[in-house]
């Protein structure tokens, strides 16, 4: 099974300061990581991924995230936190072990940045 | 390029009605999936189909029912519906069902049931 932790519901940064949104993760294999953002009324839209290869993926929107994996994290960083980046952010999760294709995110969290 | 569109976009039913929710995915995308997201929750996964067979079965009620046709958009029939199927409901689509494909979202349907 695989799930996925985000033990933050709501994170609070002032504007130009770094921000984290932090992710854990469980899985029987390796897994696929995927962080995407909700905007009030709009779908999900997608990020970053890790896949494999370099620990430190770079996405949308000057966003990053670093895989540990010995760690089981996925935290989602960004260097100078923007107003316009406050929205809903979710981890998700796929197993390579387990042959379906379906994500299970977490339960997300809310980034709030204050001007 | 267009993404994932869903209609209709907003949808009021009474209980015990039929509902129909549509997904057209993005072009050349074989994979459709469909979410459940309650308020305040994170998105469920319903169900997903590939290359118009279903592939992967999640929290979707017995209620539910969705296919996927030859122009690889799919359809979410609900019937008896529950107040507490109130809820927006995702349709995302990939190529190919792999697990290291990410899955493109669409605006989402939201459903009220009264």
């Known amino acids: 099974a695989q799930s996925v932790a985000q033990p933050e519901d709501q994170v609070n940064v002032a504007e130009g300061n770094p921000l984290t949104v932090k992710c854990t993760y469980s899985?029987?294999?390796?897994?696929?990581l995927f962080w995407y953002v909700q905007y009030p009324n709009r779908g999900l839209q997608f990020l970053l991924k890790?896949?494999?290869?370099?620990?430190l993926v770079k996405g949308s929107y000057g966003f990053e995230a670093e895989f540990n994996k010995s760690q089981t994290s996925f935290h989602l960083k960004k260097p100078s936190a923007l107003v316009s980046d406050s929205a809903l952010y979710f981890c998700?999760?796929?197993?390579?072990?387990?042959?379906?294709?379906?994500?299970?995110f977490g339960g997300g969290t809310r980034l709030m940045v204050k001007p | 390029a267009a993404g994932v569109i869903q209609s209709p976009r907003h949808l009021i039913k009474e209980k015990r009605e039929t509902a129909t929710l549509k997904c057209y995915p993005i072009?050349?995308?074989?994979?459709v999936y469909w979410y459940q997201q309650g308020p305040g929750q994170d998105p469920q996964f319903l169900i997903s189909?590939?290359?118009?067979?279903?592939?992967d079965k999640g929290s979707i009620p017995d209620r539910f029912s969705a296919q996927q046709f030859s122009d690889y958009h799919s359809e979410l029939n609900m019937s008896s519906l529950e107040l507490g199927d109130s809820a927006l409901y995702f349709c995302?689509?990939?190529?190919?069902?792999?697990?290291?494909?990410?899955?493109?979202f669409g605006q989402g349907t939201r459903l009220t049931v009264v």
């Open positions: 995302a689509s990939s190529i190919k069902p792999g697990g290291w494909t990410e899955a493109f």
């Open positions: 899985v029987s294999g390796n897994p696929y």
């Open positions: 890790y896949i494999t290869g370099d620990n």
């Open positions: 998700a999760v796929r197993d390579t072990i387990y042959a379906g294709n379906m994500l299970t």
């Open positions: 072009s050349r995308h074989d994979t």
């Open positions: 189909f590939y290359e118009k067979m279903q592939s």
